[in-house]
């Protein structure tokens, strides 16, 4: 793999990056992603081609915008390179390989959806339904172009599998999950279960750790209660992307010390 490949990856998180800014901006507002031309939400001066390029544009114009000089939310470069960041390791991570486009599209919706969800507690159905149905062609094309069409079908086992899991929680208890978690579990499924269910249960447990670990340090801090509402679904979201990166080495290890062979297909067998 060449860097090159990797520095246009990379080039293409900021672009993404830039467009997710905007998605989360305007979806959870009901607005189109596409019209009007981006601007300045106090002032509405549309935003020249000059003053929209990822992460320079925030630099050289002081954090400000152009006209009014209001701040410029340090959302927007945050996203734009994180976008880039993960990009670059997903590259790193898989290649020149087939699957690397879908687990590119489902890292972009996730951090999407984790700032919407950190921003208005709120999982949008209009970010959460195309990312699930980009996703999955992305996904039916890699089992075309390899073969791998018993993968496929791991993966709408454990969407379907992670969906009707959180939704008996929900059921159970609508206090402990919203309906937006719901649809992310099911998308969370779909996007992981190419790589193996295992994967799938490495980012519920990690998400669920993590949110348990912030709770107890903010309830410490007496910065939050235990009826103090958290973004659950940006610790999900979180939970899926490490498992995507740092996965393999965990699961390759709980399957050595459980008997490699009881619990699946050797690691090597995993596509990186």
Known sequence: MSSIFVVIVGLLGLAVGSFLNVAVSRVPAGQSVVRPRSACPRCATPIAARDNIPLVSWLLLGRRCRACLVPIPARYPIIEALTAILFIAEALRFGRSEVLPAQ??????????????????????????????????????????????????????????????????HWVRPAWLGFGDVRLAGLLGTGLGWLGPWYLVFALLAGSVAGLLVGVVLMAAGRATRHTRLPFGVFLAAGAIAAILVGAPVIHWYKSVNDPYALGVPLTTVPH
Do not use: N, S
């Not at 709120?122 to 959460?128: A, D, G, K, V």
């Open 104 to 169: 590119l599209v489902f890292t972009a919706g996730l951090l999407a959806l984790a700032a919407c969800d950190a921003e208005q507690f709120l999982l949008p159905r209009r970010l959460i339904y195309p990312t699930l149905g980009l996703t999955a062609a992305c996904l039916l094309a890699a089992a075309a172009a390899t073969g791998q069409w018993h993968r496929l079908g791991v993966t709408a086992a454990c969407g379907v599998g992670a969906f009707a899991v959180f939704f008996a929680l």
